[in-house]
């Protein structure tokens, strides 16, 4: 088992996406990678599998180093195979026969039943496309695994299996994690690497600590940038003295000490750099507020699939002003029927029985897939055509939520998953509602914008009711916590019950 070294790697794009970047990855090390959406995460695993190559510095690997890069998309080429066979041509043409079983370990290792090992790749969920995607990887027997937002598609289930996988049987191979995902960063990963324009901050904890550790960090920079300041407009100061009465006396010496304060002034201030700033987009929410008490009244509800299939029932329900509700259950549990059935309750309350709004509720909704955006329309047009902020402002809205100019008149049907996800938040927020119905809020939000997001709602305590699957952010802004299971709902007082019986 070998090591990557890399000596002061840095990438431009063309300003810095990340520079100064020195660490070696050995045998053990499960290094979470962090950087907001466009800084350069995705860039060094491609520069780490050899598949591009930095601006600037060298990447060292040690003679034979076997890499498996697991990227986040499916190659087109595999979709029509069986899930098996996909995993099984990973290996060498040669080896295929003889080390087939490799392929069936790894299945048992993700729990894959036994129907989808031949179902075609192109008919499997997003979440066993992953798995699959990583099995593919693994049976190669990798020296260094390279993992690009492996939990994106995955339910918590899987995450929490996957989890397992990475410390149990793959804990002893190196790898390098991109994610999002702060509580499976802290569960999976041993250090971390923070990318940044002008270094790259490295601690030996997972995220958790590391961005605790990393705040304290800034923090002293910050207050050594004001004393330096301080100190330059000191010397300023003082050379201005000295040569104004250097001169006004004639005196040589006073102005050749001024010269030497201006000279110390300016070497100090080449060393001022503004300290680093995460940019995600200006995610902010609204709550115009309402005297309700009671925004949603349930009683007697049947919540069933669309053929008729009874999932739950809700005897009786209500849901309060501030209140920050959280739907907990696994997949298939009806979480995303009944967020449905309250849509309807909320935008065409005559379809629904048993669910009473608010008459002063006033809604914002979005699901994971910003299914509210218009897909034919700009992110501009969308802004400006909706909520008539003018032209200008507009601009400005966008320019603030991390959209350049030429962005703003792409198709919104062209936008990575992340700009659709701040785009939809900027809407939601523009709307100024007094409810939120959010249905993964934080998919595809980087890590600064899930902390700003959760500041957010923390700050204007919206009264809303969100499915997630994103642990951090719920144990950040729950309040009340209904969990769906065994054909029945039921209050609890926290989630901790439902992960630990995922595990």
């Given amino acids: 088992m070998g090591t990557i070294s890399l000596r002061r790697v840095a990438v431009r794009a063309p300003l810095p996406l990340f520079s100064d970047l020195n660490t070696v990855i050995g045998p053990g090390d499960r290094i979470g990678l962090i950087a907001g959406n466009g ?16 601006s600037e510095g060298e990447i060292i690997r040690s003679r034979g180093l076997r890499v498996a890069y697991v990227e986040q998309d ?17 290996l060498p ?16 290792s993700f729990a894959a039943p036994a129907d989808l090992h031949e179902r075609l790749v ?8 992953r798995l699959a995607l990583i099995a593919r990887a693994w049976v190669t027997e990798p020296d260094l695994l390279l993992l690009d937002e492996p939990t994106n ?38 250090r971390t690497l923070f990318l940044r324009p002008a270094s790259c901050p490295a601690y030996a904890h997972p995220y958790s600590r590391a961005r605790a550790l990393l ?4 923090a002293a920079l910050e207050r050594k940038l004001a004393k330096d300041g301080r100190e330059v407009d000191r010397l300023r100061r003082n050379a201005a003295e000295l040569k104004n009465v250097g001169v006004n006396s004639g005196s040589d010496l006073l102005q050749k000490k001024a010269m030497y304060l201006t000279k110390r002034a300016d070497s100090l201030e080449q060393t001022i750099r503004p300290a680093h700033a995460e940019k995600s987009g200006d995610i902010r929410l609204a709550n115009r507020g309402t005297h309700a008490k009671v925004m949603l009244a349930l009683a007697d509800v049947k919540v069933a699939t669309p053929d008729g299939t009874p999932l739950f029932q809700v005897k009786k329900l209500d849901l309060f002003q501030s209140d920050r509700v959280v739907l907990l259950g696994r997949n298939g549990v009806g979480k995303s029927v009944f967020v449905r059935m309250l849509l309807a309750a909320m935008t065409t309350p005559e379809s629904v029985t048993g669910i009473r709004a608010s008459p002063s509720i006033v809604l914002g909704y979005a699901d994971q897939q910003m ?9 501009h047009g969308h802004i400006a055509g909706t909520f008539r902020p003018g032209d200008q402002r507009a601009t400005a809205l966008l320019a603030g939520a991390g959209f350049t100019v030429d962005m703003q008149r792409r198709p919104i049907a062209q936008l990575s998953p992340g700009q659709k996800a701040r785009l939809g938040l900027l809407a939601l927020r523009l709307a100024e509602p007094n409810f939120y119905l959010l249905d993964e809020p934080t998919n595809h939000v980087d890590i600064a914008g899930q902390e700003r997001l959760e500041a957010e709602m923390l700050a204007h305590a919206p009264s809303c009711v969100v499915v997630s699957h994103d642990r951090s952010f719920v144990r950040a802004i729950g309040t009340r916590f209904l969990l769906i299971e065994r054909g029945r709902i039921e209050e609890v007082d926290g989630p901790e019950r439902f992960y630990k019986s995922l595990s």
């Fill in 215 to 218: 705040a304290d960090d800034d």
């Fill in 153 to 190: 598609h995955l339910d918590l289930a899987k995450i929490q299996l996957l989890e397992r996988w990475i410390t149990a049987e793959a804990g002893d191979t190196p790898m390098l994690i991109a994610s999002h995902d702060r509580s499976f960063l802290d569960n999976a990963t041993t």
């Fill in 74 to 90: 499916m190659p087109p080429n595999l979709l029509g195979l069986p899930m098996a066979e996909a995993i099984r041509r990973a």
């Fill in 371 to 379: 299914s509210h955006l218009p897909e034919h329309d700009t992110p």
């Fill in 93 to 108: 043409p040669a080896e295929r026969e003889a080390q087939a079983w490799r392929v069936d370990v790894m299945l048992d």
């Fill in 122 to 129: 192109g008919k499997l969920s997003g979440g066993w496309q």
């Fill in 39 to 54: 800084g350069g995460k995705t860039t060094l695993l491609r520069c780490l599998a050899g598949l591009a190559e930095p």
